[in-house]
Each structure stands twice: as structure tokens, then as C-alpha cells.
């Protein structure tokens, strides 16, 4: 096997980002695997397999990444946004929910807030509700 060092992991995690760009997340995730055996602690390349994870739809693997990148880095907007998506696929809509909303709470950028689905407000200084408490809430049923 050979000899491995500091720059061959920061060249594998180069290639792993290369690869996950060019839609190889398998790929990727053999390259990662070496760079966080060496340096568990390297939320980067953590956040980086947890994402070619969710490319190659092996969502479990995906959710335990995430959830160590947020263990580490809980105002990570990004792994809140990704960890929902993740859920959402495996069909856990409410858990998914919640951090959409704290992505979007962290960092208020257009995909995240959409994701979040907080009630649109119209300007009107009423916080969005226009008299109807239920409108726009997704138990309210059709209007």
C-alpha cells in the first residue's frame, strides 16, 4: 500500500470534490474514506462524504454525516438545509421540517426559506396572517 501523507489526503480530498462535480459520488466516498480515516475530526471532508452520500442515495450513511458535521458545527446552515433534504427523501417530512427552519433561521437565503415554508407575510405589517390564523398552514385544508 502506499505511503500516505497530509498533502496526499488534501489531494484526495481535491479529487473527491472533482469527482462529486463530475457526478461520481462513489467515487468521492472511496477517496473521503481514507481522508477521514486519517482525520476523523475533519468536518470538511465529513460535510463533503455526507453529501456524495446523499448523491448515491445511501441516505442512512448521509443522515449519520450530517448529523456529526452539526454535532460539531450546529449553526452550520448548509448541514441543517442538506440533513433535511435527507430526510425529506426517507420520507420523514416532519423531521425534515425542522431543519429547514433552522436553516433558514441561520442563514435567511432563498432555497432555505422556501424549504422552511414559513408563512409568507404581504407587507402589511400583520405578519403575514390577513385575519385567517390558518391560512397557508398545511393542516388548514383546501379554502
Not at 403575514?128 to 379554502?143: C, L, M, S, V, W
Request: proline residues 8%; negative net charge; without cysteine.
Amino acid at each position: 500500500m502506499p505511503e500516505t501523507s497530509p498533502e496526499t489526503h488534501v489531494i484526495d480530498f481535491r479529487a473527491a470534490e472533482q469527482l462529486l462535480a463530475a457526478r461520481d459520488p462513489r467515487g468521492a466516498i472511496r477517496l473521503l474514506d481514507s481522508v477521514i480515516t486519517a482525520h476523523p475530526e475533519n468536518t470538511a471532508a465529513r460535510l463533503l462524504r455526507a453529501r456524495a452520500f446523499f448523491l448515491a442515495a445511501q441516505l442512512r450513511p448521509a443522515e449519520l454525516e450530517f448529523q456529526i458535521v452539526l454535532e460539531r458545527e450546529p449553526d452550520n446552515a448548509f448541514a441543517h438545509f442538506a440533513l433535511g433534504r435527507t430526510l425529506e427523501r426517507a420520507d420523514r417530512a416532519e423531521e425534515a421540517l425542522r431543519h429547514f427552519r433552522l436553516a433558514a433561521a441561520l442563514e435567511p437565503r432563498p432555497e432555505f426559506i422556501e424549504a422552511a415554508r414559513f408563512p409568507l407575510g404581504t407587507g402589511n405589517g400583520d405578519g403575514g396572517n390577513n385575519g385567517d390564523h390558518d391560512r397557508g398552514h398545511p393542516d388548514a385544508g383546501p379554502e
